[in-house]
């Protein structure tokens, strides 16, 4: 019985990952800021002031191009992703999880003006993500820090 559940449990995640749509409301938001975190645990933002939620930004050295191409450098070595969209000063990327298949999308958004590298990354289903935007996004920082 308990493995019958297992199994089920298993291909009902599995579909609901399949089910996920990407967001059509992410991108740069007023010029300067990313879409908020939703009120559940399963998003981190350089720009939220809730404790859960909060993280913050990178700071950055070099021109507009260096700092972008070291973020797609970072990223092509990372396993599972895809750029979705990219402007100067913007990527969105869609990280999948091995398992199951999860998407999560991620965003950056470079204030040259402040050298600073914001970031967001959220889960596209289910309430909490047991830290994984988190660690992915220090994992990330590391990464930045080290190339």
């Given at each position: 019985?308990?493995?019958?559940?297992?199994?089920?449990?298993?291909?009902l995640?599995?579909?609901?990952?399949?089910?996920s749509?990407?967001?059509?409301?992410?991108?740069?938001m007023d010029?300067s800021t990313?879409?908020?975190?939703?009120d559940?645990?399963?998003?981190?933002?350089?720009?939220?002031?809730?404790?859960?939620?909060?993280?913050?930004?990178?700071?950055?050295?070099?021109?507009?191009d260096?700092?972008?191409?070291?973020?797609?450098?970072?990223?092509?070595e990372?396993?599972?992703?895809?750029?979705?969209?990219e402007?100067p000063n913007?990527v969105h990327?869609?990280?999948?999880?091995?398992?199951?298949?999860f998407?999560?999308?991620?965003?950056f958004?470079?204030?040259?003006?402040?050298?600073?590298?914001?970031?967001?990354?959220a889960?596209?289903?289910?309430h909490?993500?047991?830290g994984?935007n988190?660690?992915?996004?220090?994992e990330?920082?590391?990464?930045?820090y080290?190339a």
């Amino acid at each position: 019985m308990n493995f019958r559940f297992a199994i089920l449990c298993c291909l009902l995640l599995g579909l609901t990952s399949c089910s996920s749509k990407r967001p059509e409301d992410l991108g740069i938001m007023d010029n300067s800021t990313l879409k908020p975190c939703p009120d559940t645990p399963n998003c981190v933002s350089t720009f939220s002031k809730k404790e859960g939620s909060a993280i913050a930004p990178i700071s950055t050295k070099g021109t507009r191009d260096e700092v972008m191409a070291k973020i797609k450098k970072v990223l092509s070595e990372m396993p599972r992703t895809k750029i979705v969209s990219e402007k100067p000063n913007y990527v969105h990327v869609e990280f999948t999880s091995a398992l199951f298949r999860f998407v999560d999308d991620v965003e950056f958004l470079l204030d040259e003006k402040n050298n600073t590298l914001h970031f967001r990354s959220a889960s596209r289903v289910g309430h909490s993500d047991l830290g994984a935007n988190r660690k992915r996004m220090e994992e990330f920082r590391i990464r930045f820090y080290q190339a």
